[in-house]
T-cell receptor
Framework: GQNIDQPTEMTATEGAIVQINCTYQ??????LFWYQQHAGEAPTFLSY??LDGLEEKGRFSSFLSRSKGYSYLLLKELQMKDSASYLC??????????WGAGTKLIIKP | IAGITQAPTSQILAAGRRMTLRCTQD?????MYWYRQDLGLGLRLIHY???????GKGEVPDGYSVSRANTDDFPLTLASAVPSQTSVYFC?????????????FGEGSRLTVL
């Protein structure tokens, strides 16, 4: 079966750096997405990786290793507004998105 | 810019009742999707539509139906609601099907079936 694993919850301190990991086992691979979802709100797109390596976008970076079935989202200079759930999703060979359950990130002052 | 609008925002429904969740987008996106989100689970695809006039079944289609009469609207109907359909429902769209670009989500419809 297809599976996306990410930690349920993480805690970090304002101003620090946090890395949220995602491992996947899917039927084929057509890219990996990260979305941010604040409590009670809609998910919003953060990043897309289809090739191995690091994609940087401001304070957020996303890394992919296709051979390891592994990605991480790196958040730098954490702000209180970064408290949210972070969803990892993989597009399989049928171009269907398989979603992880999300990682709830708690930022403490 | 509205993006995707869902209605109602929240609804409490008696089991056995029929319910339609509405979804409208103004981005002229070809593909639209309905997901449900439950605590501890990833988003699960209910139904999708790659273009107006076509629909397809997702991962959890039973008990739900959709229609796509035009580009903008993609309503989701629960013919006879059951308590297991208590969930938050998200409508989403993308420019094209099989799109490796982003999905745009509505704000969600929280449905409680008693």
């Amino acid at each position: 079966g297809q599976n996306i694993d990410q930690p349920t919850e993480m805690t970090a301190t304002e101003g620090a750096i946090v890395q949220i990991n995602c491992t996947y086992q899917t039927s084929g691979f057509n890219g990996l997405f990260w979305y941010q979802q604040h409590a009670g709100e809609a998910p919003t797109f953060l990043s897309y990786n289809v090739l191995d390596g690091l994609e940087e976008k401001g304070r957020f970076s996303s890394f992919l290793s296709r051979s390891k079935g592994y990605s991480y989202l790196l958040l730098k200079e954490l702000q209180m507004k970064d408290s949210a759930s972070y969803l990892c999703a993989v597009m399989d060979s049928n171009y269907q998105l398989i979603w992880g359950a999300g990682t709830k990130l708690i930022i403490k002052p | 810019i509205a993006g995707i609008t869902q209605a109602p925002t929240s609804q409490i429904l008696a089991a056995g009742r029929r319910m339609t969740l509405r979804c409208t987008q103004d981005m002229r996106h070809n593909a639209m999707y309905w997901y449900r989100q439950d605590l501890g689970l990833g988003l699960r695809l209910i139904h999708y539509s790659n273009t107006a006039g076509t629909t397809g079944k997702g991962e959890v289609p039973d008990g739900y139906s959709v229609s796509r009469a035009n580009t903008d609207d993609f309503p989701l109907t629960l013919a006879s609601a059951v308590p297991s359909q208590t969930s938050v429902y998200f409508c989403a769209s993308s420019e094209h099907s099989g799109n490796t670009g982003e999905l745009f989500f509505g704000e969600g419809s929280r449905l409680t079936v008693l």
